[in-house]
DNA sequence: CGAAGTATTGACCCATTTCAAAGCATGTGG
DNA sequence: CCACATGCTTTGAAATGGGTCAATACTTCG
C-alpha cells in the first residue's frame, strides 16, 4: 500500500482501514521529483494537492530582494498543499528540499470524498489545522527566541515528528538542509547559523553534518529550544 | 441579525442567506467580555467556539519567562478559535483586548452543521485556513522585517482587515493595543517599539495615538511592510 | 582536475535590548 | 476631591546579539 505512512505524523486520529482505501483509491498519480526543484508557485490556480510520501519537501516566500522565509517543512505521511482543496490557490511557493515522492490528488476528487465521507473530511481539516499550530510554533520560535534557541527548536520538532513516522530514532535522523535553509528557516544568516551549530556542538547538545542530525541530549536542547511537543497533539515523547 | 459581519472579512466565500441562517440558529448564548479578560486557556477541554462579534481578541503564547507571543489578533466577524472543535484542545491562550461581545456556538450544533451543510463545511474550513496564511505572514514578518518593517506590516494587515468589515477607512481605525502589545505581537520590545512608532511619525507614515491609528501614506507604509494583501484573499485594497 | 556549492572563521558594524528614570494619564478609595 | 497607585509613554546611555563583508577551506561531482 502505498499509503502506510498517510498522517502519520498526524497525531490522535488515526486512519480506519476504509479511510485508508479511500485516500488510496483517490490517488490520481505518484511521481518522484529531483532535489530543489519549486513544485508549486503562489499565485497559480491548482486543481491537485500532493501527498508527501518519501523526502522532504518545504513551503516558502520571497522578500522584496527575493530572499526565502521558509515557513514549514514537510516530512512522509504529511499532505502538503492540502489547503490548496478549499484556498485553490497559494500565497506561498512549494519547493522540494532532497528527492521526493509524491502522490496527487486532483480537487475534484476530495470535493467527492468531503461529500461523502464527513468523519474523514474532519480528519483532513484536522491535518490541515496542524499545521497552522506548526506555524503558531514557528511565529513563537522566531519572536522570542534567540539564535540558539530557533535552531534548537527546529531540531527537536523535526526530531518529534520524524520519530512519529518512524523516521527518527535516539535522536538522529536525516535531513536534507544546509545550514543556509536553516537560516531561511529561522530568520537568521548563514553565517550564524554555522556559530550557532558550533556552540550547539560544543555543548554537547546535538551534532549536524553531512545532513544528518545527531541529538546528543535531548533535555538540554528541550530546554534551551523551550520545546513543548504538545502542539504537535499527539507526539507521546518526552 | 445579530451574524451580519459573520465571516465578513474571510474574503471569497460569501455565505448565502440559507448558511447564514443556519449559522444564526447555531447560536448557544451570546456574551459580553470585559478587556484584558483570558477566554481560552491552553490545553483545556473545549466544546465550545466562539464567534467574535464585537471588538478585539488576541490569540498567544507565553515563553518560559511568562512573556507573551502573540500569534494572531481578531476583528469582528472572525471565528476565532473555530479550529478548537476538530482540535478539542489548543495550544495556546485567547484573551480580549478591549471589551468584546461573542457569539458561543457548541461543538455537537458544528458537528451536526458539518454532517447536513458540507458546502458551509467547506467556507468554515477555509475561514481557519486564512488565519494559517495569516499565521504564515506572521512568519515571514518574524523572520524578514526589521522592526519597522514587522510594525508597518502589522498596521497594514489590520488596515486591510478593517476595511473588510467596514471598521477601518481612510486609513484610520480603533485599535484597543498599547505599546507593549505591540511589542508582544512583533517580537520586540516595549520601549523599541516607541522608538520605530516614532520614526514611522517622523517620516509621515503613520501616526498610533490613544488606541487610534492613522495612516498617512499607505502606499509608502505597504512598501516598507512588503505588504502584498494576497494571503488575505479578497482584499480589494490597493 | 576544475567548478560550484557548502562550511568555517575573523573583524567590524549596527539594530535592538537592557537598564534606568521621568513624565503622563487614568482610576480608586479615603 | 485629593492622594496615590498603576500602567502607558518617552527618553538616554551602555551593552550585546546577530549581521555584513571578506577570505579561505572543504566537498562533491562532472
Sequence with gaps: MISEKFLMGRGR???SSEEKQVLEDGIES???VPA????????????????LLEGFVC???DDREGQRQLVAVHVPGDF???????????????????????????????QSITERYPHLTQKLWFSTLL?????????????????????????C?????????????DGRYMLPMTQPDLAEASGLTGVHVNRVLRALREKNLLTFKAGEVNILDHKALAAVAEFEPQYLYGYRGD
Design 13 to 15: 486520529h488515526e486512519l
Design 30 to 32: 505518484v511521481r518522484q
Design 36 to 51: 530543489r526543484k519549486q513544485i508549486v508557485r503562489a499565485g497559480d490556480l491548482i486543481d491537485t494537492s500532493t501527498l
Design 59 to 61: 513551503r516558502y516566500m
Design 80 to 110: 502538503v498543499d492540502l489547503h490548496a482543496f478549499p484556498m485553490k490557490r497559494l500565497d506561498h511557493d512549494i519547493a522540494t528540499l532532497g528527492p521526493v515522492k509524491i502522490a496527487c490528488f486532483e480537487h475534484r476528487t476530495l
Design 131 to 155: 499545521d497552522a499550530a506548526m506555524h503558531r510554533e514557528w511565529i513563537f520560535r522566531l519572536g522570542r527566541l534567540g539564535a540558539e534557541g530557533r535552531i534548537a527548536h527546529l531540531f
Design 157 to 169: 520538532e523535526l526530531n518529534a515528528r520524524l520519530e512519529m513516522v518512524g523516521m527518527a530514532a
